[in-house]
């Protein structure tokens, strides 16, 4: 699965790595510090790779850890996901127990969390803050669960999917 800039990969044991571009959450995690060398690779008459780290690129797969609560990242629990997809610059991902979760640019709204001060409030030692202090559009840097209007404040999810800027869920009864 892949977004804009960015790839998605669910594992059968329900693990979800990513890897590409970060700049406004879509990985869902922590960038990691793997070491690439600073010069072209070549091999023969295969193609050179230039190899690109960054602050806002991560060319490594990692994994996406979800349930957690602070940063660094510690799950409060072990969750599996079944059903992942990538819009633009945001991801949807279902897990074993029919819960939503969303990461990611929510510009339009399409993380499904409301206002940014409701997802801060699921947690009170994280909060969300733009990666790049100079950018004033919000992003979700990890997943976050979203909330139905009551009554069912986690409804039966029959299937999700999402856009270059929406997101959708399919509920049943």
């Known amino acids: ?12 044991l329900g693990n979800l790595y990513t890897w590409g571009r970060a700049d406004f959450g879509q990985l869902g995690r922590t960038l990691t510090e793997a070491s690439a060398p600073s010069t072209p690779s070549t091999s023969g008459d295969k193609p050179t790779v230039w ?3 960054g602050k806002t690129f991560d060319p490594v797969p990692g994994r996406v850890i979800f349930g957690c609560t602070s940063e660094p990242q510690s799950p409060t ?25 969303s990461w990611g640019w929510n510009e339009h709204g399409m993380c499904g969390i409301g206002q940014v001060s409701e997802a801060d409030n699921q947690t009170s030692d ?25 009554p069912k404040p986690f409804p039966r999810i029959l299937n999700i999917g999402s856009g270059y800027g929406h997101s959708f869920a399919v509920v049943g009864t």
């Not at 699965?1 to 059968?12: Q, V």
Request: with cysteine; charged share 30%.
């Open 1 to 12: 699965m892949s977004g804009w800039s960015h790839i998605l990969a669910l594992t059968e």
């Open 51 to 53: 190899p690109i780290k």
């Open 77 to 101: 629990e072990e969750v599996h996901i079944t059903r992942v997809v990538a819009g633009s610059e945001h991801c949807l991902a279902l897990d074993e127990r029919q819960r939503l979760w």
């Open 126 to 150: 994280f909060s969300i803050r733009p990666l790049d202090p100079s950018d004033s559009d919000w992003c979700l840097k990890r997943p976050f669960l979203v909330r139905f209007p009551d």
